[in-house]
């Protein structure tokens, strides 16, 4: 068993609460210490820490006539030399601190610094030195980005450095595409230029192309998707991200997310018992969506709907299917196996499954005077109201709120009702589930913007793919550009180990 006596430094660094602070800090950089512990008569009456010197900096005050005893943390909570190493390693998370004194018999020995504890990590069970972390990992910071970020107590999300909702109001969903990409927005040629270039990458490879009649109609849609997106890396060769420049990254990238569209327009039609219709180039992304699913060029109006609901959905931090991407990337495996991963996580009904759900409900609910009545039955009988809640908004969706415009501006046959109905969702639930905070989430408009353009419930979620596959494609773009693998620690909680093998039979 490790202990405290084994990790402390000692002897500790020690100082008077009359020693000056430049004087205390001249000693902890000599000794490179990150604190110096306060005594009087060998008892620990105070520990100073670089912490405390920053405050001090930040006061504007001379360190050359301060004296310790002001700034120091008095009465310091201390570690018995015995103690086992877990202990300590409590103490300091568990309190934030980074150092503690050491103390026997009432008199110092020594200190174990946050530092101690990590040179002895790799020696260790994880149980004693992992960070606790919360189940789902909701708030943990797992990894910088420059791609996007979700503010959600402010209702505010961003990709790179501009609002999303600004881009949806103001830009092509190509634009956005390059700048998701690129890192910033195109000049009027290069939008051009990228436009041309994601419009002649459309068409299916021949393998995938022979392939896809026999499985289009296995399993859903977002299966078809799924597989198809494996054969595709296969038929082109993609190699492990750790082998490729990040030019080819960004080729294979873009041709993946010029592809998602025909894969699932295809899908769709062969299902419905149709010819797949062949993509046109003139036409920009989200109309030539739309013709391929529905084999009618749409009007301007729902081709710009459709558009800016892609771009509200590209990126929105670290959710489930993201972080698979990213994870996947950090092992080095194609840009093709990551994306799959993020198309098993969105397949999820707690991800990207509730968009046909709240559909389904308004069917139900039938007409705004039912409204009340069904929510009330729905939470009593413990039902969740589709459509409604998230975990990082705890006020409006921005994208909700967007959609909702949208369904407006485009006289969306259902909109007055879902507006009623959301009223009323929101009153109840603020009445029977107070505090939570709960409102409509972009599902609950998006669904009646994509009815309204005529895209089929069953392809709502496969929708949302193909715009969030851009989101997908740059985080494994900069998780490949400044690669570590991800492997995080997980608790043991079975029978103690090692228990005697039983021989066969
Ligand atoms: C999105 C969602 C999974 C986020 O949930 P979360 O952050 O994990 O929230 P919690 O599960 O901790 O819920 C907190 C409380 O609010 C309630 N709540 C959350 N969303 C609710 C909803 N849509 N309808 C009714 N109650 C809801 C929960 O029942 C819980 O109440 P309780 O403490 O009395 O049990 C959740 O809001 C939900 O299931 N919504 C419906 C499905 C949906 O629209 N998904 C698409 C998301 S973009």
Sequence with gaps: MTTVRDLMSTPALVCGTD?????????????????????????????????????????????????????????????????????????????????????????????????????????????EVAHEVPRGLEGVIVSETTVGDVRGLEGFYHYRQYSAVELAEKRSLEDVWFLMFAGALPTSSQSADFREETASQRVLPPGLDSLLPSLARQGSPLDVLRTSVSLLGAELGWQATTDIAAETLRRQATQLCAVVPTILAATHRIRSGFEPVAPRQ????????????????????????????????????????????????????????????????????LHGGAPSRALDMLDQIGTPDRADMWIRDAIGRGERIMGFGHRVYKTDDPRSLFLRGVARDIDAPLVGFACDVERIVVEVLAELKPGHKLYANVEFFAGVVMNACGIPRQMFTPTFATSRVIGWAAQAMEQAGDNRLIRPTARYVGPPPPQPVPAPG
């Design 19 to 127: 020693t000056l602070l430049a004087d205390a800090a001249h000693r902890m950089r000599e000794a490179e210490s990150g604190s110096i512990i306060v005594v009087e008569e060998r008892k620990a009456i105070g520990i100073l820490t670089e912490r405390d010197l920053l405050r001090a900096a930040a006061a504007r005050l001379d360190p050359v006539s301060e004296r310790v005893g002001l700034w120091m943390t008095p009465n310091p909570d201390t570690l018995g030399p015995e103690e086992e190493a877990g202990a300590a390693w409590a103490s300091l998370s568990h309190h934030h601190y980074r150092h503690l004194p050491v103390v026997d018999a009432g008199e110092l020995v020594g200190v174990v610094s946050i530092r101690d504890l990590f040179a002895i990590a790799s020696l260790r069970p994880a149980d």
């Design 282 to 349: 003139h036409l920009a992304s989200a109309a030539n969506y739309l013709w391929m699913l529905t084999g009618e060029e749409p009007s301007a109006e729902r081709a710009r709907a459709i558009e800016q609901y892609l771009i509200l959905t590209i990126d929105h931090g670290f959710n489930s299917s993201t972080f698979t991407a990213r994870v996947i990337t950090s092992t080095g495996a194609d840009l093709a196996a990551a994306v799959c991963g993020a198309i098993g996580a969105l397949s999820g009904p």
